[in-house]
Every structure is written in C-alpha cells, then in structure tokens.
C-alpha cells in the first residue's frame, strides 16, 4: 500500500510491521523515523545493513523471533535494502511476527522493482516514496528555524541557506545545527556569516576528503573537515570509501614493483582509473 511522506502522520504505526521507505530524500526519512517511531522504541531499536543481514541471516530471525518479559515490542531499522533481501521479507510474512516492528530503507527504486511492487501491492505492506524537497519546502523549514531560536533573518540568508543545501534536507539541518551553535549568545546573523559559516556551494563530497587524505594534503584536509558537519551515517561511509581506495593503492603497488613502470600499471588497471584522476593517484602511490 502507497502511502506519501505528508500523509504519514496519520498512520497508527503500530498497526502494521513492515515498512519501505524508499527514494533520494535521506533528511526526510531519517526526521520520520526520529519522530515517529524512535520515540516509541527508545531503548528497543536494532539497526542492520542488507549485506550484514545476509550473511546472518539466523542472527537476524533469533533478534525478531526472541521474546522477554521486558522486551516484546522491537523495532529493526534495514539499511541500503535491495531486491536481495527479498528472500528473508518473504519468510519474515510466513512467519506472521508480531510485536516486531521493521523499517526497509532504500535508495531510489525503479517502477518494476520486485521489492517496490511487492509493498505496492499488499495492503498490510506499507511503502513510502521520499522525493528530493524543492525550494519551497527547504525555505519553510529554514524560516521555521530562525523563528525557533528568535533570531530575524532576510529572505536573502533563507535563499542562500537552501540554495547551499542542494536539495538535500540532511544538508540543510547539518548547516543550522552549526548557525544554532554560532548564534547560542547573538540576537542577529549577518549575511557574510552565514556565506563564512556554511559549506560551499559545490558540496565537498566524500571521495575528494578520502582523496586528500591519502595524498597526505593535511591542509586542505583539515579546512574540508571544517566546512563540513558530518552525520553517523557519513562517518561509516567515509570509513568504507577510504578502505576501497587504500585496498586499491596496496594492489597498484604491489603490480608497480612487479612491473616496474607506474604509467603501464594505471593504464592496465582494473577497474580502470580514469585520466582526470591518474596524477593524483600517482601522488597518493608515491606518499
């Protein structure tokens, strides 16, 4: 059954047990489960990712199938869920659980998706698409905020705030959170504080920060740091980027004192490394 994000609060949640939340929005999905589920399951949430599932798979149905006397109702929150984990849903649907609780989180599903359709079409299956936010919606929560911490802003900060955000809500309460913190003792903001205080317009993104930091650049890398307010979810994923690219360079390493040429190992390479970032690759090698 399709339900919108906007029509959520009228859902008594506790009345179904499987959930999709699905689509590009991160901030809007993350706000929904905060504020309305975590409140109910405050010290009975288990968070899991599809791959981890996957390969504990008696892990999982020992976590959701074990019952205490202080502990009946749980909620199970499932990241970075994929057609993959069709399998397990459908064996968590036989086995009609009850008191448990589950949220599949996912990126953007196409129409024909098996996953999709399935929550589509059953009516005791809950799915919710979670679409990018635009100006209007991204300026109300910008407005809303100022408001809250008392402090009179011009339409101009409000354009630049959520012209900075890129449509990303996440993005945005990331840069209010640092403005919270820059206010706590002001009664006003001016413009070229919130131009100094929040992140560039072009978003550093995360494969760049990996990127500086295994070329030894300390200090870009110490002002990228600084431009950004990074989420728990960022950190794991820098975490994962930064392994993927340093599991790279052992291997180009190792094929570079077995060949003996730098240029002919990068050419050759699998995955292939594209041109653009070949030099810096080569530093990072050298460091």
Do not use: H
């Not at 968070?47 to 020992?62: A, C, I, S, V």
């Not at 999709?116 to 299956?125: H, M, T």
């Not at 990331?174 to 504080?193: D, P, V, W």
């Not at 070329?215 to 392994?243: G, P, Q, W």
């Amino acid at each position: 059954m399709i339900i919108k994000s906007f029509e959520f609060k009228k859902i008594d949640i506790k009345k179904y047990n499987l959930y999709l939340f699905y689509g590009e929005n991160e901030g809007q999905k993350k706000e929904l489960i905060e504020n309305k589920f975590k409140i109910s399951f405050k010290n009975k949430t288990y968070n899991y990712e599809e791959n981890y599932l996957l390969n504990n798979e008696k892990e999982f149905f020992d976590t959701i199938l074990t019952k205490s006397f202080f502990d009946n109702e749980k909620l199970i929150i499932i990241s970075g869920v994929t057609n993959k984990l069709l399998d397990i849903i459908n064996q968590v649907l036989e086995k009609n659980i009850e008191d448990t609780f589950i949220i599949l989180i996912s990126d953007k599903l196409e129409k024909k998706t098996k996953l999709r359709n399935l929550f589509e079409k059953e009516k005791n299956l809950i799915c919710v698409p979670f679409y990018t936010d635009n100006f209007q919606s991204l300026s109300y929560i910008a407005k809303d905020f100022f408001k809250k911490i008392n402090i009179p802003v011009s339409q101009e900060i409000l354009n630049i705030l959520v012209e900075r955000a890129n449509g990303d809500r996440q993005s945005l309460k990331n840069e209010m959170n640092k403005i919270e913190s820059f206010t706590l003792n002001k009664k006003k903001i001016e413009i070229n504080e919130i131009l100094n205080l929040t992140n560039l317009n072009e978003k550093n993104n995360i494969s760049e920060l990996v990127d500086i930091c295994l070329a030894k650049n300390e200090k870009k890398l110490l002002k990228m740091i600084n431009e950004n307010n990074f989420s728990n979810e960022d950190t794991v994923l820098i975490i994962r980027t930064f392994l993927f690219k340093a599991k790279r360079l052992l291997s180009l390493r190792e094929e570079i004192e077995l060949n003996g040429n730098i240029d002919t190992v990068l050419n050759t390479f699998k995955p292939p490394i594209f041109w653009k970032d070949k030099d810096l690759v080569k530093q990072q090698i050298n460091k």
